[in-house]
């Protein structure tokens, strides 16, 4: 998350290094900011077997666990669809400035998603401020322009943004974990046909499906499901091997998932390139190596040698994520309101990758004070 605000601030800064930057559609490249949302989603199936077990243990049967993730995939539709559009925004023909816009969209994700404090004799009170955030944003739907001024556009799903993609890929995986549980060779089978159906999308085998694909498709081609379930399949290593994967076997064995992937990267480069837009399996089978060595790394850092401390000031990042996500959107809109920009010397080169990290790092500190004030999202 730290990695993701830092990365997502580069449009901010001149000279950013191309090896940190987004790669172009066309380019056999894949830069660092390629690699965090695949390593993003690859923690989202890490965490969903001990958050179905979680609700197992509650005593929750498979009929309310798949109604909290149909309303936990619709959420991140709904909010995904909102900042997608207002990435189209048009100023021209607006009631309200477009920034006062953005900041009333979040205001609306907050008053929906809170978790609010108190017992059930307050749920009710609070309810009313969930009714207040739909109410936001029907208004804010109703009164949206995008695209052309001439001809504005209205809300529609476009492409479905960052958090509508975890969405459908945690639609798609977290069903499959819950209905086979820890058994590795169905999980691990799972996890390759998405890697396949990412391949021969990518070789045009899909293509005689064409008529279909603008209505019923896996979400980028399988690409993002796989990286899911790859991380399911690591969390499902472990847990169903705990006896024998203790310790470093389980580092050694995370280290050597990784190669594969990698190998199956370079593998399959030379017939589409490396892409993050065009969702090449070279991407995926570099982003999924480097995300499973990268878990070895901090698996072998924190479970093992129990070197932990160094996590803390950055660890709201992680309990509340998605209220991390959104914090940026408004800093944005409030600075771009007040007419407030760093001067170009602090936008630049090294100096500029530096005022990011340190933003990144604000944006969490802010998210850790939030939290201690009864302000946290969660779906």
Partial sequence: MLTMIFVNDFWTLDEVPAWMEHSAARADAMGLSDVVFPAFLFIVGLSVPYAIES???????WVPILTHIFERTVALLLMGIFIVNYENIVDEGLIIPQYLWEILMVIGFF???????????KKKYYFNFKVLGYIILILLGFIYKGDDPLEPSGIETRWWGILGLIGWSYFLCAPIYLFLGDKIKMIV?????????NLLDSS???????????YVWIVGGGSMPAFVMAGIAASVFYRS????????????????????AIAYGFGTRPFWGISKIRATPAWVGLCTG???????????????????DWAETIKPAGNATLTCYLVPYIWYALISIAGIALPMCLRTGIIGLAKSFLFALSVILITGLLNRRSVKLKI
């Fill in 55 to 61: 609700r197992l243990a509650r005593g929750d049967t």
């Fill in 111 to 121: 008053l929906i998603w809170n978790v609010y404090p108190g017992g059930a004799e």
């Fill in 189 to 197: 089978g799972a996890w390759l046909f998405f890697v396949l159906f």
């Fill in 204 to 214: 045009g085998a899909l293509n005689f499906m064409s008529g279909i694909q603008h």
């Fill in 241 to 260: 091997n705990s006896e024998k994967l203790q310790g470093e076997k389980f580092t050694f064995l995370l280290i050597a998932l990784g190669v594969l």
């Fill in 290 to 308: 480097i995300s499973f060595i990268l878990f070895a790394v901090f698996f072998w850092m924190a479970d093992l040698n129990k070197k932990r």
